[in-house]
């Protein structure tokens, strides 16, 4: 059984692009959420994906968007780069995008914007 | 607002000697409530969860932890650290419905050998 896989494992950006990061999800799974971890603190929830469509969002704006693919993989993208958002991101999948199902963590991609 | 709280930023223990990591939440209902652990540079590892039934929880790594109602509580637990357990430890619970976890800040585990 394959887990959670995320790519790239680092990325180094400038203020004001746009970036893309991928995440495969576990094996069975069709829900995959993602998390924003700033440098010392929890990770934040940034929004879900159930079966290709968005399953509930976080306090992040419109320029953090995402994808899912017909294969229950995902795209996080973000626009308009800024500082703030050097982070660790994590995607995590799930079984059914239901309450009470577990989410599995992948890796994470290490963002920084300079 | 529902939230996660762990009180202890940093705990520092000795090799073979008992742990707990205190985690309170506020919330309504029954909160769902989990422990991940987390390595350096490393994704989140679930240790255990508790939704219902028994309060107290057995996870991997011979940690365990205690579902505490009246005092809306959820610490983690082991009897004796190796030092490998050196990590950051997490609280967090599912929230939004059920398909959004609510994290604590963490607490960073230092083992002295």
């Known amino acids: 059984e394959t887990g959670v896989t995320q790519s790239p494992t680092h990325l180094i950006k400038t203020r004001g692009q746009q970036v893309t990061l991928r995440c495969s999800s576990q094996s069975g799974h069709n829900t995959v959420s993602w998390y924003q971890q700033a440098l010392g603190q929890g990770p934040q929830f940034i929004f879900q994906?159930?079966?290709?469509?968005?399953?509930g969002r976080g306090n992040f704006p419109p320029r953090f968007s995402g994808l899912q693919f017909p294969n229950y993989s995902s795209e996080l993208n973000v626009n308009a780069l800024e500082l703030d958002d050097s982070a660790l991101y994590l995607c995590?999948?799930?079984?059914?995008?239901?309450?009470?199902?577990?989410?599995?963590f992948g890796p994470g991609t290490r963002l920084l914007v300079l | 607002a529902q939230s996660v709280t762990q009180p202890d930023i940093h705990i520092t223990v000795s090799e073979g000697a008992s742990l707990e990591l205190r985690c309170n939440y506020s919330y309504g209902a029954t909160p769902y409530l989990f422990w991940y652990v987390q390595s350096p540079g490393q994704g989140l590892q679930l240790l255990l969860k508790y939704f219902s039934g028994d309060t107290l929880v057995q996870g991997i790594k011979g940690f365990e932890a205690e579902f505490k109602r009246s005092q809306s509580s959820f610490n983690l637990r082991k009897p004796s650290v190796h030092w490998s357990d050196a990590a950051e430890y997490f609280c967090?619970?599912?929230?939004?419905?059920?398909?959004?976890?609510?994290f604590g800040t963490g607490t960073q585990l230092k083992v002295e050998l």
């Open positions: 995590a999948s799930s079984g059914s995008g239901g309450a009470l199902e577990t989410q599995y």
């Open positions: 967090a619970a599912l929230t939004g419905g059920g398909n959004k976890l609510t």
């Open positions: 994906y159930y079966r290709e469509e968005e399953n």
